[in-house]
């Protein structure tokens, strides 16, 4: 990694806080609002173009509810409470934990459980996260699951990633980001990435399950004797 690069990252995250001021959060929300009818979950804030990741809202505002109160924006102030949210995060929950476990399980065999670390915080304060992250012989590297609904939401989740990736301690690694719909086909997930303007940096790669499977097969594991 070159150190142009990384005084760009570092130039992007200081850039964030001038660029996402209450004002253009508002808009956000709003357009979100507009587009849906409703306000967006925490998860969605992640996928969308238009607002910070739910991690900047997390450490500046203490949340997404805590800042939709700050906003006095009008609607049910939190989805994760009554009827709108219990049947569909009951169903995101549990596909998140199916996905997730069929990833750790794979990582696990291929790699052994002392060198699989799933949340795995880079930071202390829990600022920089990855889903997982895997020390091999050969170099360690971090996974980032995340399941798009269509193409169009594909590369608005890559783009919000690669905002949280820029985080300089979580640059001394390579990411892959796992899109694990499969609806979405190898190609046009290739294709999409490509055709983004904010193209991927060098140490970040777009792989699905089946990808990850043949990327670890390459990877040299520590015997855990």
Same mark, same amino acid.
């Given at each position: 990694?070159?150190?142009?690069?990384?005084?760009?990252?570092? +130039?992007?995250?200081?850039? !964030?806080?001038?660029?996402?001021?209450?004002?253009? *959060?508002? #808009?956000?929300?709003? $357009? =979100?609002?507009?587009?849906?009818?409703?306000?967006?979950?925490?998860?969605?804030?992640?996928?969308?173009?238009?607002?910070?990741?739910?991690?900047?809202?997390?450490?500046?505002?203490?949340?997404?509810?805590?800042?939709?109160?700050?906003?006095?924006?009008?609607?049910?102030?939190?989805?994760?409470?009554?009827?709108?949210?219990?049947?569909?995060?009951?169903?995101?929950?549990?596909?998140?934990?199916?996905?997730?476990?069929?990833?750790?399980?794979?990582?696990?065999?291929?790699?052994?459980?002392?060198?699989?670390?799933?949340? +795995?915080?880079?930071?202390? !304060?829990?600022?920089?996260?990855?889903?997982?992250? *895997?020390? #091999?012989?050969?170099? $360690? =590297?971090?996974?980032?699951?995340?399941?798009?609904?269509?193409?169009?939401?594909?590369?608005?989740?890559?783009?919000?990633?690669?905002?949280?990736?820029?985080?300089?301690?979580?640059?001394?690694?390579?990411?892959?980001?796992?899109?694990?719909?499969?609806?979405?086909?190898?190609?046009?997930?290739?294709?999409?990435?490509?055709?983004?303007?904010?193209?991927?940096?060098?140490?970040?790669?777009?792989?699905?399950?089946?990808?990850?499977?043949?990327?670890?097969?390459?990877?040299?594991?520590?015997?855990?004797?």
């Amino acid at each position: 990694m070159s150190l142009d690069t990384v005084m760009r990252h570092i +130039y992007n995250l200081i850039m !964030d806080q001038y660029i996402w001021d209450l004002e253009n *959060i508002k #808009t956000g929300l709003e $357009n =979100f609002y507009n587009a849906h009818g409703r306000y967006p979950t925490s998860r969605e804030v992640d996928c969308y173009p238009d607002l910070p990741s739910s991690r900047q809202i997390q450490r500046r505002f203490g949340g997404l509810v805590e800042l939709r109160k700050v906003l006095n924006l009008s609607g049910p102030q939190d989805f994760t409470k009554g009827s709108y949210s219990s049947e569909r995060a009951r169903s995101i929950n549990k596909r998140a934990h199916n996905l997730e476990k069929s990833i750790y399980d794979f990582l696990v065999t291929k790699f052994g459980k002392p060198f699989v670390h799933r949340e +795995y915080l880079f930071t202390d !304060d829990h600022r920089a996260r990855t889903d997982f992250f *895997i020390h #091999t012989k050969d170099g $360690n =590297f971090s996974v980032d699951v995340f399941f798009p609904k269509d193409r169009s939401n594909l590369i608005n989740c890559l783009n919000s990633k690669m905002k949280t990736y820029g985080n300089t301690l979580m640059l001394q690694y390579p990411v892959i980001f796992l899109m694990m719909n499969d609806e979405i086909s190898e190609e046009e997930m290739t294709a999409a990435a490509n055709n983004k303007k904010n193209k991927l940096l060098e140490y970040q790669q777009i792989m699905n399950f089946n990808q990850l499977k043949l990327f670890c097969a390459n990877k040299c594991p520590y015997s855990a004797t």
